[in-house]
């Protein structure tokens, strides 16, 4: 009676064992489940990007104002053809700010330095006109050939209280080439003013018209 006793109450304690096992299994899903659904985890994304636009405020830097005096140079031709007595244009220009604007300033005094190759220098004079406008006629020496020269100008207004100069990198510049001559035709001895030749032919064969248009010779 006792073996038997002892034999339904292990029967039923493996029973309620795998009862309990299976209970604890489902509860332990509905948990997994309801945690699930109530998570506020974030997915890890970029984060949106935002564009601020601000016009008030300015970053580049202001324009710089004029000056009072100023003046500039430049070779009318860079690199120009030597030959004798041949020569370049150097232009200088000198003006004042009139209310923000350049004038030209007239009748100031310019004068030029050039800096040859071998190291010599020389000066030209001259003035400007109403517009502040120096000409220089500068001849040319054939130590310019393949090398740089260099002007400087130096500017002094009518009254002597203003001056401006045109030096070291604003300083015109010119470099001379050499220049083929040019053959001229002589002129012809029949007509002086015409500087070609004239050409008349001699020695040019005559034919005898068609026979058709020759005249017959009578027979006697």
Same mark, same amino acid.
Request: with cysteine; hydrophobic share 40%; proline share 12%.
């Given at each position: 009676?006792?073996?038997?006793?002892?034999?339904?109450?292990?029967?039923? +304690?493996?029973?309620?064992?795998?009862?309990? &096992? !299976?209970?604890?299994?489902?509860?332990?899903?509905? +948990?997994?489940?309801?945690?699930?659904?109530?998570?506020?985890?974030? #997915?890890?994304?970029?984060?949106? !990007?935002?564009?601020?636009?601000?016009?008030? /405020?300015?970053?580049?830097?202001?324009?710089? @104002?004029?000056?009072?005096?100023?003046?500039?140079?430049?070779?009318?031709?860079?690199?120009?053809?030597?030959?004798?007595?041949?020569?370049?244009? !150097?232009?200088?220009?000198?003006?004042?700010?009139?209310?923000?604007?350049?004038?030209?300033?007239?009748?100031?005094?310019?004068?030029?330095?050039?800096?040859?190759?071998?190291?010599?220098?020389?000066?030209?004079?001259?003035?400007?006109? &109403?517009?502040?406008?120096?000409?220089? /006629?500068?001849?040319?020496?054939?130590?310019?050939?393949?090398? #740089? #020269?260099?002007?400087?100008?130096?500017?002094?207004?009518?009254?002597?209280?203003?001056?401006?100069? #045109?030096?070291?990198? /604003? &300083?015109? *510049?010119?470099?001379?080439?050499?220049?083929?001559?040019?053959?001229?035709?002589?002129?012809?001895?029949?007509?002086?003013?015409?500087? *070609?030749?004239?050409?008349?032919?001699?020695?040019?064969?005559?034919? @005898?018209?068609?026979?058709?248009?020759?005249? @017959?010779?009578?027979?006697?």
């Amino acid at each position: 009676m006792r073996s038997r006793l002892q034999k339904l109450l292990r029967e039923h +304690l493996a029973v309620s064992l795998k009862c309990g &096992s !299976v209970l604890f299994l489902f509860l332990m899903s509905v +948990l997994v489940v309801a945690c699930g659904a109530n998570t506020t985890t974030q #997915v890890p994304g970029a984060p949106p !990007v935002t564009v601020t636009i601000n016009l008030n /405020q300015v970053f580049s830097s202001p324009t710089p @104002p004029l000056a009072p005096y100023s003046c500039g140079a430049w070779a009318t031709q860079t690199t120009p053809a030597y030959y004798p007595n041949s020569y370049v244009g !150097v232009y200088a220009k000198f003006v004042q700010n009139v209310n923000g604007n350049p004038v030209g300033m007239a009748n100031a005094q310019a004068q030029a330095t050039i800096f040859w190759p071998n190291g010599t220098a020389t000066t030209m004079n001259a003035t400007t006109k &109403s517009d502040g406008l120096a000409v220089f /006629q500068i001849p040319l020496q054939q130590m310019a050939v393949g090398h #740089v #020269v260099l002007v400087s100008v130096a500017f002094t207004s009518a009254d002597g209280q203003h001056t401006c100069t #045109v030096k070291d990198s /604003q &300083s015109a *510049f010119f470099t001379a080439i050499l220049s083929s001559p040019t053959a001229q035709p002589s002129p012809s001895p029949t007509a002086p003013n015409n500087p *070609f030749p004239t050409y008349t032919p001699t020695g040019v064969p005559t034919f @005898p018209g068609p026979p058709w248009k020759q005249t @017959p010779t009578p027979t006697p």
